[in-house]
């Protein structure tokens, strides 16, 4: 079982519509967990971090934390061709200096 | 200005070549990483860096080695490159934080290509 896993998609989702991406993860004690966003070519990019059980909200997205399920998603509100990217989710234990990385789920806005 | 900058930003370089990937940040943050990227593989840790003086191996060290010169800039080397090292290089950098809580930050990232 992979530590950090998400659907590699792509997820196609028609403009102005919610795209709804999951991560799970495997370590319980994992308490830190960032999504990423990243372009062809390009660096991640930090959008959301989240470390409390429950929904974050920034702008158009929300993170949403499901500790005892092992389970972090990220909702795309209203969305836009430029959100079409790949979206990375980062999972760090505490004490440690290791990120987790999943492999990302690819995302398209279609106009 | 860029917080976290790396140069060059493309490389071509031949077989058995050394090569050095240089990482420069100003966020004024402790902690320095170096990643690989590959199709399919995502990310994957070279070394990490606590401080000029703590500097350990990640996953996949073998082949390459890193130099922490300053808080601000951390070098990564293939002494001798091979084309399997044809990768997307990233550095971070994180801020330590009580509960190791930090957020990690990416340069823009060198393209190296390795013939």
């Known amino acids: 079982q992979k530590e950090v896993e998400q659907n590699s998609g792509p997820l196609s989702v028609p403009e102005g519509a919610i795209a709804s991406l999951n991560c799970t993860y495997s370590?319980?004690?994992?308490?830190?967990f960032f999504w990423y966003r990243q372009y062809s070519g390009k660096s991640p990019e930090l959008i959301m971090s989240i470390y409390s059980n429950g929904d974050k909200e920034d702008g158009r997205f929300t993170a949403q934390l499901n500790k005892a399920s092992q389970y972090v998603s990220l909702l795309i509100r209203d969305s836009q061709p430029s959100d079409s990217a790949t979206y990375l989710c980062a999972v760090k234990t505490p004490g440690t200096y290791k990120y987790i990385f999943g492999t990302g789920t690819r995302l398209k806005v279609l106009a | 200005d860029a917080d976290v900058t790396q140069t060059p930003r493309n490389r071509i370089t031949k077989t058995g070549k050394r090569i050095m990937l240089e990482c420069s940040q100003t966020?004024?943050?402790?902690?320095m990483y170096w990643y690989r990227q590959d199709p399919g593989l995502g990310l994957r840790l070279i070394y990490y860096s606590f401080d000029v003086k703590d500097i350990n191996k990640g996953e996949i060290s073998d082949g390459y080695s890193v130099s922490r010169q300053a808080q601000a800039k951390f070098s990564l080397s293939l002494e001798s490159a091979i084309p399997n090292q044809t990768a997307l290089y990233f550095c971070?950098?994180?801020?330590?934080?009580?509960?190791?809580?930090?957020?990690?930050?990416f340069g823009p990232g060198t393209r190296l290509t390795v013939l």
């Open positions: 966020k004024g943050h402790d902690r």
């Open positions: 370590d319980r004690v994992s308490q830190s």
């Open positions: 971070a950098t994180s801020d330590f934080q009580q509960g190791g809580r930090g957020e990690q930050f």
